[in-house]
C-alpha cells in the first residue's frame, strides 16, 4: 500500500472545474447523469448517482450523439463530435488517442470555455 496521495485524473477534474463555472452543484439531486454541451465538438456527461445509468440523446435540435447504456456510477464520458471518445472515473479510465480527439484536446477545450 502506498502512502502516496490518490491523483484525480485531470480530465475529471477539469470537469469539476467546468461545472463549478457554470454553477452546476449537487448532480446526485439530477436523478440522471448531468450532460453538457461543451462546445461544437465536446459533450460530457457526469454520473452522479449511486448506480450505472445510461445516457441517451434524444433532442433532434441538438447534433446526435452514440447513446451510451451504461455509465457506471461517479464516471464521467466524453464525446467527440458525436462519437464515444471517453468513459473514466476521477482515477481514471479510458479516452481516445486520435490528433483530434484525446485528453488533451479535450482539455483544452474546457479551459477555452472557462476562460483559461
Not at 24 to 29: F, N, R, T
Not at 32 to 58: I, K, L, M
Not at 73 to 90: K, M
Amino acid at each position: 500500500m502506498s502512502d502516496q496521495p490518490m491523483q484525480i485524473c485531470t480530465a475529471f477534474m477539469k470537469i469539476i472545474e467546468l461545472a463549478e463555472h457554470i454553477g452546476v452543484q449537487d448532480i446526485k439531486s439530477f436523478g440522471v447523469p448531468w450532460t453538457h454541451f461543451v462546445d461544437e465538438h465536446w459533450t460530457v456527461a457526469v454520473n452522479g448517482q449511486d448506480r450505472s445509468c445510461g445516457v441517451y440523446f434524444t433532442n433532434d435540435n441538438m447534433p446526435r450523439h452514440m447513446d451510451l447504456d451504461d455509465l457506471p456510477r461517479y464516471h464521467a464520458a466524453v464525446w467527440f463530435n458525436g462519437w464515444l471518445a471517453g468513459i473514466f472515473s476521477p482515477v481514471g479510465g479510458t479516452f481516445a488517442a486520435g490528433t483530434a480527439a484525446n485528453e488533451e484536446t479535450f482539455v483544452a477545450a474546457i479551459d477555452a470555455v472557462i476562460g483559461k
